[in-house]
């Protein structure tokens, strides 16, 4: 565990110390990328983009260790944790450790349409599987839609919300 902190309080502009307050060195934004990132097997082949949910079917490296793509439609996949960041092919039972993006602003999320809005909370989809919906009445939601791509690419920007508390 580590002993830095993974948040601080407060945002927007503070002052450098400077005298010269005409200077816009005098003010320096936060710029403060709460981007996070764990690494766990993968049970299935996933796209980049994909989003994922913890595979509790798989025990290989541990019970909750696996991940495989979310499916609203399936009692076992419905709660997606975080979206993969890289690709990954998977044969049989050699599972292989992926990258999944879990809180911050992701630039290559995968949405099932192209009909949601700025600002509204997005969880697992269905179609295709590994795709982010509208419809959070299943699952909590994951990700709260900055702007839309393009439907079933992974080009959504979306903020995760980290759901897991990974």
Do not use: H, W
Request: a negative charge.
């Amino acid at each position: 565990m580590s002993s830095q902190p993974i948040k601080v309080d407060g945002i927007g502009t503070r002052k450098s110390g400077t005298t010269d307050l005409s200077s816009t060195a005098a003010e320096l934004a936060n710029n403060a990328d709460p981007a996070k990132f764990v690494r766990l097997f993968a049970s299935t082949t996933l796209a980049k983009g994909d989003a994922v949910c913890i595979d509790f079917t798989v025990s290989t490296y541990g019970l909750g260790n696996n991940v495989t793509k979310a499916d609203v439609d399936a009692s076992a996949t419905k709660q997606a944790i975080g979206i993969a960041a890289e690709a990954v092919t998977i044969t049989g039972t050699d599972y292989q450790l992926v990258n999944i993006q879990v809180q911050g602003l992701c630039t290559f999320a995968v949405l099932d349409d192209t009909s949601d809005n700025p600002g509204d909370l997005l969880a697992a989809g269905s179609d295709p599987a590994g795709s982010l919906t509208l419809d959070v009445v299943a699952a909590l939601p994951v990700a709260i839609l900055v702007t839309e791509g393009t439907a079933n690419t992974a080009d959504s920007t979306v903020y995760l919300i980290n759901p897991a508390n990974l």
